[in-house]
Each structure stands twice: as C-alpha cells, then as structure tokens.
C-alpha cells in the first residue's frame, strides 16, 4: 500500500532560519508529489507538483526536490508568514486522481 | 471569484440527524473529490466523480452517499450522523490527467454531538 511519512512533526524556527522537511513516500509507481500548505480553518494550497527523481521546483523561499524516495521542502530565510502546516501527498499511476497525504509537518516561524 | 466554495462553513447536529453538504467549482475541472480531516490533521480520500461519473469509492460507510448533478458539482449526504464522523470535509477539482494538482475548498467542520 501507498505510504507517506512526513518529519519533523513540527519545527519551530526564527526568522531568517533556514531549515528542511522531509517527505518519504512508498508508491507502486509514481505520477506525482504535491506540497500542498494549510493555514489554520483553510483548504490545502497547491504549492509544487514534482514529477520525477532530479527535479527541483521553487516559489519565493520555498524549494522543493525530489529523489526516488523522498522529496524536501526547503524553506530559505522564513518569515512569519511562512508559518503553516505543510502537507506532502503522492499520486500513484495506477490511481485515478487519488492522493495519499501524509500527515503534515506544522511549521512556526517566529520574529 | 472563489475556484471550490463550500456550504456551510459550519454544522452542528445531533446523532442520527441527516445532513448534507454542497460544493462547486468554477474551474472547469472534470473531477471532484470529497476528503475527510480527522481530529490529527490527516487527510483522507473518500470519493471521486469525473464528469459526474463515480471513480473512487473509498471504505467508507454507506452512510455517506456523494452525488454529482453536474460536472460544477459534487454533494455529499450523511445519514444517521454518529460521533465519529465529526471531522472537517473538503471538497476538491482537478482536471483528469495524470499528475494535475487538486485545488481544495474552504472546507466544513461538522460536529455531531
């Protein structure tokens, strides 16, 4: 069965601290990996889709990567504003649109 | 202009009412998705409908039946709500290729008391 495992479980950082999360996944065959954020009492927003091993994505301080098993989040000099959960989710290709989340890595960033 | 709205925001009931919840899209999308949060923040996969067609249909009690009028929108009813069903519901659209990105709605916190 599809896994996904998301660590740390939370992270609290300053300011202008750089940091990582990770994102382990267990798929059949993978057609893609999502990182969605979520703020408190809101939907999921779409951030990345990476679609293959080598492939790198960037918005503002984030940037995510991909290997065979396993994607980063990489969040340079955050802010306040940062702060979120952060959900990763695979698609397999024998699926038909279904994403399996993992459980969120809920990120505080303070000034 | 909101791409996947939700209605309510918010319900609250008692056990064994029944209750429904509606979701529209304006993207354009094909399929939708109904997720459940649980009280831990995972998100879960319960149904999908491509172009008013079922597609997925995950363990989920009977209880929960999805419809789709249109391909704009995809409702869910709940009968004989219990306790454990409690949990925020999304609702989301993509379109159907492989890999395009869901687009998820405000969501609804149903509490059953």
């Known amino acids: 069965e599809d896994q996904v495992t998301q660590s740390p479980e939370a992270l609290r950082l300053q300011e202008g601290e750089s940091s990582s999360l990770n994102c382990s996944y267990t798929?059949?065959?993978?057609?893609?990996l999502f990182w969605y954020r979520q703020d408190p009492g809101k939907g999921p927003e779409f951030l990345f889709t990476?679609?293959?091993a080598g492939e790198e994505k960037e918005k503002e301080r984030l940037k995510a990567t991909l290997t065979k098993k396993e994607s980063f989040l990489h969040i340079t000099a955050p802010k306040p504003e940062d702060s979120a959960t952060y959900l990763c989710?695979?698609?397999?290709?024998?699926?038909?649109?279904?994403?399996?989340f993992g459980a969120g890595t809920q990120v505080v960033v303070t000034p | 202009d909101t791409a996947v709205s939700q209605t309510p925001k918010y319900l609250v009931t008692q056990m064994g009412n029944d209750k429904s919840i509606k979701c529209e899209q304006n993207?354009?999308?094909?399929?939708m998705y109904w997720y459940k949060q649980d009280s831990k923040k995972f998100l879960k996969i319960m149904f999908s409908?491509?172009?008013?067609?079922?597609?997925i249909n995950e363990t989920v009690p009977n209880r929960f039946s999805p419809k789709s009028p249109d391909k704009a929108h995809l409702n869910l009813h709940i009968n004989s709500l219990e306790l454990g069903d409690s949990a925020v519901y999304f609702c989301?659209?993509?379109?159907?290729?492989?890999?395009?990105?869901?687009?998820f709605g405000p969501g609804t916190r149903l509490t059953v008391t």
């Open positions: 989301a659209s993509s379109q159907p290729t492989q890999g395009s990105e869901q687009y």
């Open positions: 798929v059949s065959g993978l057609r893609g």
């Open positions: 990476l679609y293959s």
């Open positions: 989710a695979v698609r397999a290709t024998d699926s038909w649109g279904k994403l399996q």
């Open positions: 993207l354009g999308h094909d399929t």
């Open positions: 409908y491509n172009n008013k067609e079922l597609i």
